[in-house]
């Protein structure tokens, strides 16, 4: 979910999926091969396909993962904190800062419960909450079928994009700031950093597509396997709102954002903060955590001051959602000092599975 320029909380669609040949393998997997020696534990995974593990430690304890899921969070705690509409009402219940929004169902799941809140009655909600808004599905993770809409008719056009594959949505109002990954591990921050959207720098002479596509190469030369959509609607949209198009040239130095989601799955650049997180944000991630009955947890916060500073400081902050399965397969990619950053992490929730 942005930077201060864009200030969208907004995540778009990606398709990630590393299956068999042809393919990269699930980054967790290869990361714990790689590092569960250190602390002398075993790994197996299962051949085929590669999104399975078991971890052998050396006092004969047995943990296992799935693709970014470990053996850490308990079933109830993690099933709630993947359905965005349940631990937002968890959330708010508790007193945490949360975006206003309500749930709605497909037409076809809301008659099967007898519910009135169907699609057009979401788009009655949306007009009374205003427009630009925030239109995600309720299940599923890197912004997969997630939009900021304008109007009626991008109003509809993604949330029947989302039925497509979610029989329930959240309109949710749009907000601005900075956006911000925390990564908590039992009642400690180990990982924070800034998430900033896919963006282009113009020259003065390229157009915002060769741009695009420069960076692309850059992403493939560095080794990181994010894949920029061309086809996306949503940057196209971007572009439209701006008075942009493809064949735009930007001025030279001038910063053309092209999403407003900050995920890393879909280009967006990272600024780890995990040395300047104020202890007002690392408390209040802490205390969340805890609250939702979860060991490890990425909280997502959106922020309209500078993380570092205390939160009185800030005018606005707000829980964008949380995830009980932080993956950082995206995050590791961007350079050494990331991939270090990494290794430490996974290092410290390999000791926490075995407890």
């Known amino acids: 979910m942005s930077s201060i320029k864009t200030g969208c909380h907004v995540k778009i669609c990606i398709i990630i999926y590393q299956m068999k040949k042809g393919y990269s393998k699930p980054l967790l997997g290869q990361l714990i091969q790689k590092i569960a020696p250190r602390i002398g534990a075993r790994i197996v995974i299962e051949p085929e396909w590669n999104i399975v593990g078991q971890v052998i430690y050396k006092s004969g304890k047995k943990r296992y993962f799935k693709y970014s899921s470990l053996d850490l969070n308990t079933q109830a705690a993690s099933e709630i904190a993947k359905d965005k509409g349940y631990s937002d009402f968890f959330m708010k219940m508790m007193g945490y800062p949360t975006i206003d929004g309500k749930v709605f169902f497909s037409d076809k799941w809301a008659r099967a419960i007898g519910s009135k809140d169907n699609l057009n009655a979401s788009y009655r909600y949306a007009k009374k909450l205003g427009f630009p808004l925030i239109v995600k599905p309720n299940s599923g993770s890197q912004g997969v079928g997630v939009a900021l809409v304008y109007n009626k008719r991008e109003f509809y056009r993604a949330m029947r994009f989302i039925f497509e594959g979610d029989r329930v949505a959240l309109v949710q109002k749009y907000i601005c700031g900075r956006d911000y990954r925390v990564v908590v591990l039992d009642n400690r921050v180990i990982s924070a950093y800034e998430r900033i959207p896919l963006n282009v720098i113009g020259d003065g002479k390229s157009t915002i597509l060769a741009l695009l596509k420069k960076k692309q190469k850059t992403f493939q030369k560095s080794g990181r396997d994010t894949m920029i959509r061309l086809d996306d609607a949503r940057i196209s949209q971007k572009l439209s709102h701006a008075g942009l198009s493809f064949n735009s040239i930007p001025k030279a130095d001038e910063q053309i954002f092209l999403l407003d989601n900050a995920n890393l799955s879909t280009g967006g650049d990272s ?75 996974y290092l410290k929730v390999l000791r926490g599975m075995e407890r």
């Open 271 to 345: 600024l780890d903060v995990t040395d300047k997180i104020h202890p007002d944000f690392q408390n209040f991630a802490i205390k969340l955590t805890s609250d939702m009955g979860l060991r490890l947890c990425g909280v997502d916060l959106m922020i309209d001051d500078d993380v570092s500073r205390p939160a009185r400081e800030a005018k606005n902050y707000w829980i964008i959602e949380i995830n009980s399965a932080p993956g950082l397969d995206h995050y590791i990619k961007i350079g050494r000092e990331q991939q270090k950053i990494v290794e430490n992490l």
